[in-house]
Every structure is written in structure tokens, then in C-alpha cells.
């Protein structure tokens, strides 16, 4: 059973980096491709990017200028950061595992989620 | 590239059926069937019910199904019960952002 499990400072400041990690257990982290989703508060899922085992990332357009992904398979984590964030960037931030079911890779096990504020 | 359009809200009585519609465009739901639903309960993380719109993952109560049509999937809920109380979010593959989400229906069992 793998478990995810975000870790980072729950306050950041304006126009500086939000930083996140997230330590997989349970399983192996090089055999899926590793995703950040967030969610305001009251608000929907909005999809980040997602890291490969590789290093190779894809990254949502309108956050692409501001993001960075790593992974880290012999620690078991891979990171998020998020630059110049304003507080638009308060969100609760998810890490999640894309597994291979059927044809495409889906969201089958999520962490717990962390919640960010962006405030001075 | 905004989100998957989903009804804000949708209601029914224990035992009923209902359903949720997730509208896109053909650069997204109707470009594969790499559509999934998620269940999310207040202050949970989401859980996967529906992948390629119309399997379920191991343990998902048969009472969810999917199906699409054109730019259009549905998420089906049969025999309603308290436990099904929560948000539903679509998401599908998309050639823009390669995954997207729908705005989130929040289903209320009367």
C-alpha cells in the first residue's frame, strides 16, 4: 500500500518561492510519474504538472513560467516549486501517484494534502 | 485553458439516480476516452472511481458508472445513499495541458 505524505512551511511569503516535498512509501517511486494538484479553498482541483522518474517534466501553461519539479527516486521524493507566488497561490497542495490503468495514467493515490498560505 | 464544465450542484433522494455531466471540447473529453472521475469528501483527498470513463478501479461500488458522448461524460450514481454525500470532479486528457479538471459537482443525498 504506498503512501504519500507533502511536507513544507505552511506560510509563504509574496513574491517569494513556495517549496513542497513529497516522500513516497509502500513502493517504489521510479515506476510512475509523480503529480501536484492544489485547491483553494471552497474551490476545485486545478492540475499543476506532473515530474517522470526520468526528470522530465510537463507543466500546466498558465504556471509554467513559475514551476519547477525534481524527483529524487533513491529518497523517494520528489518536490514542487512554485516562484513569485502572490496569494492567489493559497491553496491546499496535493502530491499524487500516476499509475498506468487501462489506456492512461490516472490519479490513484493521493496524499493528504498541505495547506499553503501566502501572506506577509 | 479553463476548466471541464460541471453542474455547481446536483440532489437526490437515498435510492435514486442521478447524474453529473462533464463537458469539454474536442482537444480534451472528446479527444481519447481518458476520462476519470474523482470522489472528494470534506477535507479529504480525492479518490479515483471512474478511469477511461467507464472502469472502475478494485473496490468502487459498482453504483458508479460513465459513459461519454461527443465532448460530453457523465458520471452515473445509482441507488443514492448517505455515503455518497461529496464533491465529484471530472478530468480527462487534454493536447493543451495534458490534464485537466472540471470545476467539481457537489452531490447533497436528501
Known amino acids: 500500500q504506498v503512501h504519500l505524505q507533502e511536507s513544507g512551511p505552511g506560510l509563504v511569503k509574496p513574491s517569494e518561492t513556495l517549496s513542497l516535498t513529497c516522500t513516497v512509501s509502500g513502493d517504489s517511486a521510479s515506476r510512475y510519474y509523480w503529480t501536484w494538484i492544489r485547491q483553494p479553498a471552497g474551490k476545485g482541483l486545478e492540475w499543476i504538472g506532473r515530474?517522470?522518474?526520468?526528470?522530465?517534466?510537463n507543466l500546466n501553461p498558465s504556471l509554467k513560467s513559475r514551476v519547477t519539479m525534481s524527483v529524487d527516486t533513491s529518497k523517494k521524493q520528489f518536490s514542487l516549486n512554485l516562484s513569485a507566488v502572490t496569494a492567489a497561490d493559497t491553496a491546499v497542495y496535493y502530491c499524487?501517484?500516476?499509475?498506468?490503468?487501462?489506456?492512461?495514467?490516472?490519479?490513484?493515490?493521493w496524499g493528504q494534502g498541505t495547506l499553503v498560505t501566502v501572506s506577509s | 485553458q479553463s476548466a471541464l464544465t460541471q453542474p455547481a450542484s446536483v440532489s437526490g433522494s437515498p435510492g435514486q439516480s442521478i447524474t453529473i455531466s462533464c463537458t469539454g471540447t474536442s482537444s480534451d473529453v472528446g479527444y481519447y476516452n481518458y476520462v476519470s472521475w474523482y470522489q472528494q469528501h470534506p477535507g479529504k483527498a480525492p479518490k479515483l472511481i471512474l478511469y477511461d470513463v467507464t472502469h472502475r478501479p478494485s473496490g468502487v461500488s459498482n453504483r458508479f458508472s460513465g459513459s461519454k458522448s461527443g465532448n460530453t461524460a457523465s458520471l452515473t450514481i445509482s441507488g443514492l445513499q448517505a455515503e455518497d454525500e461529496a464533491d465529484y470532479y471530472c478530468s480527462s486528457y487534454s493536447t493543451t495541458t495534458f490534464d485537466i479538471f472540471g470545476g467539481g459537482t457537489k452531490v447533497t443525498v436528501l
Open positions: 499524487a501517484r500516476g499509475l498506468a490503468l487501462g489506456n492512461w495514467y490516472y490519479f490513484d493515490s
Open positions: 515530474v517522470y522518474t526520468s526528470g522530465g517534466s
